[in-house]
């Protein structure tokens, strides 16, 4: 732990010895856990969160609404490979940019005319980990330009913006603390290249939305809620921070 | 909104109104009421950011953010201590520490705790009474 603790910081500080605070290089929030936390990680048959992706790969071959499942239109779930790096992303349909919760459950209703799964229901993390799962060790790679260039903006004055009773904003910790202590553990980037995760406070799977939401709860601001266009925005910039980032799905966090 | 806010300026004319004349927070303040506050995780949950000496937890489980309250007593009056912790922004505009007895320029806050403070005038006097006796 300590060793981990001193080589995390160390190269926090070498970093931030030769350039400003933006261009610091992402790391992983993997690089801040416990050894033990990173070896049930790293043993797919002890990780927790492998459970969801098994779940996801059994709706993944279930017919819904008109009878059609995912696979019939996209074959095995390996065909994903390299879909997720690029979420949330423009969609011409929507005229937004859409999570893939959001893009899992828009295949839902057009290609297989059934009900929207809920967005922190069971079914649709449990997809969106299936298909994150797919590119697992890819580098993280979303677009913040073009059409997507003013939702990637909106998600970064919300990131940089104080907020709640406890008037902080995201950047306070995660840019400018990183590698202090909040009570007892080193505080990380935030990055979210490993989500969905399993965390084990909650003892259950959750969606970057579902973190954001946690978040705001805890400095006490207005709930945002998962799926809203405010939070898939704030996700885009989450995940714009840690491009190139390797995807770790399903991670597992404290 | 605005009427909103003008309800809390109406609260806090009179909080201040009733620590100037009819109640004197000073009179009333309690050390050991002080330090339950500052473990209290709804209240101060002051060792997530400082080391507090007394709060009964390891010094590698509490927080490094803020300075060690080590002795605080004897480096700062309880007019300071009590002025960093009503509005440290006050002393630094871009610290981290929230304002636990302002709700100035607060922004998006819930509505379960909006209109008011984090800690009473009450409280952050209990408080300054424990941090002045860390000697």
Not at chain 1, 25 to 49: R, W
Not at chain 1, 159 to 174: D, M, P
Not at chain 2, 17 to 31: C, H, K, T
Request: some cysteine.
């Amino acid at each position: 732990m300590k060793r981990l603790a001193l080589a995390v910081a160390a190269s926090l500080a070498a970093i931030a010895g030769s350039a400003p605070a933006q261009e610091t290089p992402p790391v992983s929030g993997y690089q801040f856990l416990l050894p033990e936390t990173q070896a049930l990680q790293d043993d797919d048959f002890a990780n927790p969160g492998m459970l969801w992706v098994e779940l996801g790969g059994k709706l993944w071959d279930e017919p819904a609404g008109n009878g059609t499942s995912c696979q019939n239109c996209h074959g095995a779930p390996e065909a994903m490979r390299g879909v997720g790096t690029r979420y949330p992303q423009w969609s011409q349909t929507e005229g937004r940019v859409i999570s893939l919760e959001q893009q899992v459950n828009q295949c839902r209703a057009e290609r297989q005319q059934a009900d929207p799964f809920g967005y922190s229901s069971q079914e649709l993390v449990s997809l969106s980990a299936l298909v994150m799962h797919q590119s697992r060790g890819l580098p993280m790679s979303v677009a913040t330009d073009g059409p997507a260039a003013s939702a990637y903006r909106r998600g970064k004055a919300y990131y940089e913006t104080r907020r709640g009773q406890l008037n902080l904003a995201c950047s306070n910790c995660h840019v400018d603390q990183v590698g202090s202590r909040l009570r007892g553990e080193p505080i990380s980037q935030g990055q979210v290249n490993g989500f969905p995760i399993y965390r084990q406070l909650w003892q259950d799977m959750g969606s970057v939305g579902r973190m954001i939401a946690w978040c705001n709860d805890a400095v006490r601001a207005e709930p945002l809620a998962e799926g809203s266009q405010m939070a898939v925005e704030l996700e885009l910039y989450l995940r714009s921070l840690g491009n190139g980032l390797a995807i770790e799905t399903p991670a597992v966090r404290r | 909104m605005v009427r909103y806010h003008h309800l809390g300026n109406l609260w806090l004319t009179l909080a201040t109104i009733g620590s100037l004349g009819f109640a004197d927070p000073a009179a009333a303040q309690d050390a050991g009421r002080g330090l339950e506050l500052m473990r209290a995780s709804e209240k101060g949950n002051c060792s997530i950011c400082h080391l507090v000496p007394g709060i009964g937890l390891p010094d590698e489980a509490q927080g490094n953010i803020g300075p060690s309250l080590e002795g605080v007593g004897a480096r700062l009056t309880p007019a300071e201590l009590r002025a960093q912790i009503v509005d440290a922004r006050a002393m630094n505009p871009e610290t981290i520490m929230p304002p636990y007895g302002s709700i100035k320029g607060l922004a998006d806050v819930d509505k379960r705790y909006r209109g008011r403070p984090i800690l009473t005038a009450g409280e952050v006097a209990d408080i300054v009474a424990y941090l002045s006796s860390l000697r």
